[in-house]
């Protein structure tokens, strides 16, 4: 695929929580292993943003780790929180970068219409192929074979 095109942005005040090629390596594998040449544009915004984008656009009104705006052609807009990244890093021990990636990864497989709300089946489709696209760019969950 070469014709993706992926955009990252940050807030104002917002350090990098991860270098932009990362992101990009990430947003490009999920991109590949799913076909699609869409443009994916990733804000990386601190906590009080992503918390009024989840209240805004999803009527939840709290603090998340990343949000999805699919654009109906393949790609759409990430929101990441710069915030939770090494939090959830430290949980699960492991790098920031893995987090970062995971979570374009998982954001990039909801642009492209995979869900996990709707059961267990979905669910667990969804991180078979989120697995499947972290191994193929080197970053394999601790203690995954």
């Not at 998982?106 to 972290?134: C, F, K, P, Q, T």
Request: proline letters at 3%; a positive charge; aromatic letters at 4%.
């Amino acid at each position: 695929m070469s014709k993706q095109d992926i955009e990252i942005s940050r807030s104002r005040g917002i350090k990098r929580p991860v270098p932009y090629r990362v992101i990009r390596s990430a947003v490009r594998a999920a991109l590949n292993a799913e076909h699609s040449d869409g443009h994916v544009s990733v804000l990386i915004c601190g906590r009080g943003e992503i918390r009024r984008l989840n209240r805004e656009f999803r009527d939840t009104d709290r603090v998340t780790d990343v949000l999805s705006f699919p654009d109906g052609n393949g790609g759409g807009d990430i929101a990441l929180c710069a915030g939770k990244i090494p939090v959830q890093a430290r949980r699960f021990g492991h790098s920031a970068a893995r987090e970062a990636a995971y979570l374009c990864v998982h954001s990039v497989l909801h642009l492209l219409g995979y869900d996990h709300v709707n059961g267990e089946e979905e669910r667990a489709a969804m991180r078979v192929r989120e697995e499947e696209i972290m191994n193929s760019i080197g970053l394999k969950r601790q203690g995954a074979k």
